[in-house]
């Protein structure tokens, strides 16, 4: 049977210490484009947290017994769109834990709802030079395997980075190590933002950005 491709960076988790105090116990879900680094950002935050580490593409491959892009190919994105919808539910009705989701699963209305009422939502925020790096060579991720990578990321960055700005906290990652990343993204959640001030309930707060937040357009 297919399996998802996993994390690949060799490097186990090196930043031992202990978790920020103030994490609470509620689901930390990671959205992000592809790329962005969810997948090995959480499973270093879940390794701090002693908490269990889901990805959400895992599971969707266990249920579908398929691989991603074998699902995308057979049955088309609204069926894979459909399978992550049923497994982020059944993922969010469980005990806390960290949660990588794929990077197109916050742009569902009903996914993203479900996200917003039962987790902490994270952005993983990076720019198109970081994910076209991360993401070069690999061909598991059907929606960069057609035409050029660059141009796909860049549109998709101008549709979907709106939406993923209705996350709780944002934490920009840079050229930074993943396991820094997992420290800023653990202290943005131990805080609740920038100032302390609590997760947001109307959209949210970004931590660490150093960039221009707005975005005025939304295109579904
Ligand atoms: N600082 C970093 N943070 C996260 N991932 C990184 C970093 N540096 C390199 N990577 C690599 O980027 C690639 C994509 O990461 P991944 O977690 O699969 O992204 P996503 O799940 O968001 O699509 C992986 O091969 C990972 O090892
Ligand atoms: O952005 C997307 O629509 C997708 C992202 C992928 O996950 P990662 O973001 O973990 O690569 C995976 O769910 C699928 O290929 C679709
Ligand atoms: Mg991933």
Not at 48 to 61: H, N, Q, S, T
Not at 86 to 99: E, N, S, T
Not at 133 to 158: F, I, Q, S, V, W
Request: proline share 8%; with cysteine.
């Amino acid at each position: 049977m297919a399996t998802a491709r996993q994390c690949r960076d060799p490097s186990a988790p090196t930043q031992r210490a202990p978790a920020p105090a103030g994490i609470p116990p509620r689901t930390v879900v990671l959205v992000g484009l592809m790329g962005a680094g969810k997948s090995c950002v959480g499973r270093r935050m879940a390794a701090r947290l002693g908490w269990p580490f889901v990805d959400a593409d895992d599971e969707i491959v266990k249920a579908a017994g398929l691989c991603v892009a074998d699902i995308f190919s057979l049955y088309g994105e609204t069926a894979f769109r459909d399978c992550e919808r049923k497994v982020m539910a059944r993922l969010l009705d469980g005990p806390p834990h960290v949660l990588a989701a794929g990077g197109g699963a916050f742009m569902d209305d009903r996914t993203r709802a479900l996200i917003r009422a039962r987790a902490t939502s994270v952005w993983l925020r990076a720019d198109l030079e970081i994910l076209v790096a991360r993401t070069a060579g690999r061909t598991h991720r059907p929606l960069l395997n057609t035409g050029d990578p660059r141009e796909t990321l860049r549109a998709l960055m101008e549709r979907r980075y709106p939406v993923y700005a209705l996350a709780d906290l944002t934490v920009t990652t840079g050229p930074d190590s993943a396991d820094h990343t997992a420290n800023q993204v653990l202290a943005a959640v131990a805080s609740g933002g920038p100032d302390g001030a609590g997760p947001p309930t109307d959209g949210g707060q970004a931590m660490d950005t150093g960039r221009d937040d707005s975005q005025d357009t939304q295109t579904p």
